[in-house]
């Protein structure tokens, strides 16, 4: 699975993104996805994923009530709906897809798209 994410941008502090990751390749809807990020000086760290299912969903906690996982299989997208977004949700975030298809949390991600910046200015 090759992904590809973008979305990211400047935006104030309580706005609102939405970031979206296309993904190519066959059995797109059989694989459990990720959204991590990485901010300057940090390493990177989970921030929500979703099973192939769409039937669960997991989140840290720093983005929990936040931010909304979801997907559409019809579109071989994931998207990463952030709401009331905090100067510390300043970071690259990556898409990712599960090694393993039909698999069960916890997930081991091994394909990942490049990322895309979000900025968020207090």
């Known amino acids: 699975v090759q992904l590809q994410a973008f979305g990211g941008g400047l935006v104030q502090a309580g706005g609102s993104l939405r970031l979206s990751c296309a993904a190519s390749?066959?059995?797109?809807?059989?694989?459990?996805m990720g959204w991590f990020r990485q901010a300057p000086g940090k390493e990177r760290e989970f921030v929500a994923a979703?099973?192939?299912?769409?039937?669960?969903?997991y989140y840290a906690d720093s983005v929990k009530g936040r931010f909304t996982i979801s997907r559409d299989n019809a579109k071989n997208t994931v998207y990463l709906q952030m709401n009331s977004l905090k100067p510390e949700d300043t970071a690259v975030y990556y898409c990712?897809?599960?090694?393993?298809?039909?698999?069960?949390?916890?997930?081991?991600?091994?394909?990942w798209g490049q990322g895309t910046l979000v900025t968020v200015s207090s």
């Open positions: 990712a897809a599960d090694t393993f298809r039909y698999s069960h949390y916890p997930y081991r991600f091994g394909s």
């Open positions: 390749g066959r059995f797109f809807s059989s694989y459990a």
């Open positions: 979703i099973s192939w299912s769409s039937e669960s969903t």
